[in-house]
């Protein structure tokens, strides 16, 4: 009796200890919380790997043309996870910088609309299913999702141009994009409990 008493307990030992460790696998971590909201800003083009630094990941616009922009991003995410700051500043040659001070939150995320192809994206017509196999492109919604300041850093002006957008889109054309997109979802879905994916 003792002997079977004691081999319950072990087994149920076992299961919870497995429960845990699967639990502790699927919490993201600082750099996979980062990751999703570089994949949903669009700093993660084509698998572009950035700089870290202590708190932040560094993201650098590639530049083949020495008369083109060159945009620089920082992204930190802040105390909430599910929350995340941007400092970028584009840069013209022979001009002053525009910094841009940015904040996300994937939290806000009310609704999630995939498309087949670009074209049925802009024309807002034939969805499908975001988790299904034809799905190429992803419109995010929600009111306030990413907010940003603008502003010259050129001293002519202290001024700076506000404004805030609803929708984050969300492209899925190669594997490699289709991985990034799928993590960063199952984040805002599982981790950051946006409306979207809420059953009603």
Same mark, same amino acid.
């Given at each position: 009796?003792?002997?079977?008493?004691?081999?319950?307990? @072990?087994?149920?030992?076992?299961?919870?200890?497995?429960?845990?460790?699967? $639990?502790?696998?699927?919490?993201?971590?600082? /750099?996979?919380?980062?990751?999703?909201? /570089? !994949?949903?800003?669009?700093?993660?083009?084509? @698998?572009?790997?950035?700089?870290?630094?202590?708190?932040? %990941? !560094?993201?650098? &616009?590639?530049?083949? +043309?020495? +008369?083109?922009?060159?945009? !620089? #991003?920082?992204?930190? !995410?802040?105390?909430?996870?599910?929350?995340?700051? #941007?400092?970028?500043?584009?840069?013209?040659? %022979?001009?002053?910088?525009?910094?841009? *001070?940015?904040?996300?939150?994937?939290?806000?995320?009310?609704?999630?609309? $995939?498309?087949?192809?670009?074209?049925?994206?802009?024309?807002? #017509? +034939?969805?499908?299913?975001?988790?299904?196999?034809?799905?190429?492109?992803?419109?995010? #919604? @929600?009111?306030?999702?990413?907010?940003?300041?603008?502003?010259?850093?050129?001293?002519?002006? +202290? $001024?700076? %141009?506000?404004?805030? &957008?609803?929708?984050?889109?969300?492209?899925?054309?190669?594997? @490699?994009?289709?991985?990034?997109?799928?993590?960063? *979802?199952?984040?805002? $879905?599982?981790?950051?409990?946006?409306?979207?994916?809420?059953?009603?």
């Amino acid at each position: 009796m003792r002997r079977a008493a004691t081999a319950t307990i @072990g087994v149920m030992a076992i299961i919870l200890a497995g429960k845990a460790s699967a $639990a502790a696998q699927e919490l993201p971590t600082d /750099a996979d919380m980062r990751a999703a909201h /570089a !994949v949903l800003l669009g700093l993660a083009q084509d @698998g572009a790997e950035p700089e870290h630094d202590k708190r932040g %990941d !560094v993201y650098y &616009a590639i530049v083949d +043309n020495p +008369n083109a922009p060159r945009l !620089v #991003t920082r992204l930190e !995410v802040s105390g909430a996870p599910c929350r995340a700051r #941007t400092t970028s500043a584009l840069q013209f040659p %022979d001009q002053w910088a525009t910094l841009t *001070l940015g904040l996300v939150d994937l939290s806000r995320v009310a609704t999630v609309v $995939a498309y087949a192809s670009a074209d049925d994206m802009i024309a807002e #017509t +034939n969805p499908v299913p975001f988790d299904s196999p034809e799905a190429e492109q992803i419109v995010l #919604t @929600g009111e306030g999702l990413y907010c940003s300041s603008h502003m010259s850093l050129s001293g002519q002006s +202290n $001024a700076s %141009d506000d404004m805030c &957008a609803d929708r984050l889109d969300l492209p899925m054309m190669d594997e @490699g994009q289709r991985w990034r997109a799928k993590r960063a *979802l199952e984040i805002v $879905a599982h981790f950051c409990k946006a409306p979207a994916f809420v059953k009603k």
